[in-house]
């Protein structure tokens, strides 16, 4: 004898799958949003990136801004913070730059870790900089922590590193200095990475697609059900 499942658990299945639906149709219809939000975004920072440089604002100024500045380095105050770029691993060399009206923190480039110092060509002098104006990264990475008092930097925490140098700034923004056509030196400038990780199209149609698949199979089910029945 067959035995047949009281109404009330198909309906409570059906809403189940119904509810699951909803969710899975929600999520992807999201990462739609977020596709749109994030091509928006690409398209702004690449406006402001390869747009003609703009004197370098005091206090803030918004990411991958093309900025220029004059002034002089000091590089007895400079930091190195640890880096994996396409060159190999090493340091962003981090030095600040005293202008008229503000000192700013300058990313000059990256050095491989074998490079000994001697062999760095540091800009002297009056100097005009051009670069992207780049936001600071507080404490560190998920794994690494930056650590002032044994000089272990892993990302530009700019309150921490004036705080530890004892450098009076209030801009809150340092800046990836540009690379020159002939620069082959290091530090070597110019390795901003301006391509943001964007997968939402794939997400969105994953979720989708989970839908139609559990769609598809509430369809068979319930058909299936009928025959039965009959």
Same mark, same amino acid.
């Given at each position: /004898?067959?035995?047949?499942?009281? &109404? $009330?658990?198909? #309906?409570?299945?059906?809403?189940? =799958?119904?509810?699951? +639906?909803? *969710?899975?149709? @929600? +999520?992807?219809?999201?990462?739609?949003?977020?596709?749109? $939000?994030?091509?928006?975004?690409?398209?702004?920072?690449?406006?402001?990136?390869? !747009? =003609? &440089? *703009?004197?370098? &604002?005091? @206090? !803030? !100024?918004?990411?991958?801004?093309?900025?220029?500045?004059?002034?002089?380095?000091?590089?007895?105050?400079?930091?190195?913070?640890?880096?994996?770029?396409?060159?190999?691993?090493?340091? $962003?060399?981090?030095?600040?730059?005293? !202008?008229?009206?503000?000192?700013? %923190? *300058?990313?000059?480039?990256?050095? &491989?870790?074998?490079?000994?110092?001697?062999? $760095?060509? +540091?800009?002297?002098?009056?100097?005009?900089?051009?670069?992207?104006?780049? +936001?600071?990264?507080?404490?560190?990475? %998920?794994?690494?922590?930056?650590?002032?008092?044994?000089?272990?930097?892993?990302?530009?925490?700019?309150? =921490? /590193?004036?705080?530890? /140098? @004892?450098?009076?700034?209030?801009?809150?923004?340092? #800046?990836?200095?540009?690379?020159?056509?002939?620069?082959?030196?290091?530090?070597?400038? @110019?390795?901003?990475?301006?391509?943001?990780?964007?997968?939402?199209?794939?997400?969105?149609?994953?979720?989708?697609?989970?839908?139609?698949?559990?769609?598809?199979?509430?369809?068979?089910?319930?058909?299936?059900?009928?025959?039965?029945?009959?």
């Amino acid at each position: /004898m067959t035995q047949t499942r009281a &109404p $009330w658990v198909n #309906i409570t299945l059906l809403g189940l =799958a119904a509810l699951v +639906l909803t *969710v899975l149709v @929600g +999520l992807g219809t999201w990462q739609v949003k977020r596709l749109a $939000w994030k091509q928006d975004l690409i398209a702004q920072i690449e406006a402001r990136a390869f !747009a =003609a &440089p *703009v004197p370098a &604002p005091t @206090g !803030a !100024a918004p990411a991958y801004l093309n900025v220029t500045i004059t002034g002089r380095f000091d590089h007895s105050q400079s930091l190195r913070i640890k880096a994996v770029t396409e060159i190999g691993a090493g340091f $962003w060399i981090m030095a600040p730059l005293t !202008a008229d009206t503000q000192t700013v %923190w *300058v990313n000059l480039g990256f050095v &491989p870790t074998e490079l000994n110092v001697s062999n $760095w060509v +540091l800009p002297e002098g009056p100097h005009i900089l051009t670069g992207l104006a780049r +936001l600071p990264i507080a404490n560190g990475t %998920w794994l690494e922590k930056n650590d002032p008092s044994t000089g272990r930097w892993f990302s530009p925490d700019l309150e =921490a /590193m004036s705080a530890h /140098m @004892g450098i009076n700034t209030n801009t809150h923004y340092y #800046i990836d200095a540009a690379r020159a056509d002939s620069d082959v030196s290091f530090p070597r400038a @110019g390795l901003t990475k301006l391509t943001l990780r964007n997968t939402h199209l794939s997400y969105a149609l994953t979720w989708y697609a989970m839908a139609a698949l559990l769609l598809g199979g509430v369809v068979y089910a319930v058909a299936d059900h009928r025959r039965s029945s009959h």
